[in-house]
Every structure is written in C-alpha cells, then in structure tokens.
C-alpha cells in the first residue's frame, strides 16, 4: 500500500466518524463543515511539509474535500426524503445547486451564505 492511499483511507475514516456525529448530535451545518475543514487544512499541511510522501498533495485535498461534500449532500437528499414521505415537505428547499453553493460557502468563509 503506497504511503498516499494509507493517508487518504485515515482522513476518510476520521471524515465518516465525523458525520456520524453530525449526524447523531445534530448539529449545526457551519460546525460540521468547519471541522471537515480543519480535517482536510491538517491533512493537507502535513502532506506539503512532506512532499516525498505524497506525489500530487493537490489532488489529495481535492478527493477529500470532494468526499466530504458528498457525504453532507447525500446526507441532506435523506433528510429530504424523510421529509416527504412524512408530509413535512417543502418544494422550494429543494435546489442541488444551491445546496453545493451553501457547503462550498460555508467551507471558504467559515458562516453561512448571506
């Protein structure tokens, strides 16, 4: 197993734990981005200030932040889809684009979009 794949496979774990207990504690959508945040910035300090470990640490950043997002996005579908089949359906919260837009807002300012 290359060093990368070992690194990658870590972070994964830790970001998956992390969204359970976003998950479980329900918490606040700014909190849980912010320590995704934390997460990937550690994680991609120390792959640049180790660059012999890690051919392409650009692109490690990238798969992971990607995985985090997708893992908060697939969250929000269920959430939604609990949410229609229990009558507490709103038609106009539902916009994939903004969605993506709130994470990638919150992730690079740190608060909600205003």
Not at 4 to 27: P, Q, R, Y
Not at 60 to 72: A, I
Not at 95 to 109: K, L, M, R, S
Request: contains cysteine; negative net charge; glycine residues 6%.
């Amino acid at each position: 197993m290359k060093c990368i794949d070992a690194i990658e496979g870590t972070v994964k774990s830790i970001i998956i734990k992390l969204h359970n207990v976003f998950i479980e504690d329900k918490l606040d959508d700014t909190e849980h981005i912010r320590n995704l945040k934390a997460v990937i910035e550690g994680t991609d300090g120390f792959v640049q200030d180790n660059k012999e470990i890690v051919d392409d640490p650009q692109m490690l950043k990238k798969v992971l932040y990607g995985f985090s997002k997708e893992l908060w996005l697939d969250c929000l579908g269920k959430i939604r889809e609990e949410e229609f089949t229990s009558g507490n359906h709103q038609a106009d919260s539902e916009d994939p684009d903004y969605d993506e837009y709130y994470f990638d807002y919150i992730y690079n300012h740190n608060v909600y979009p205003k």
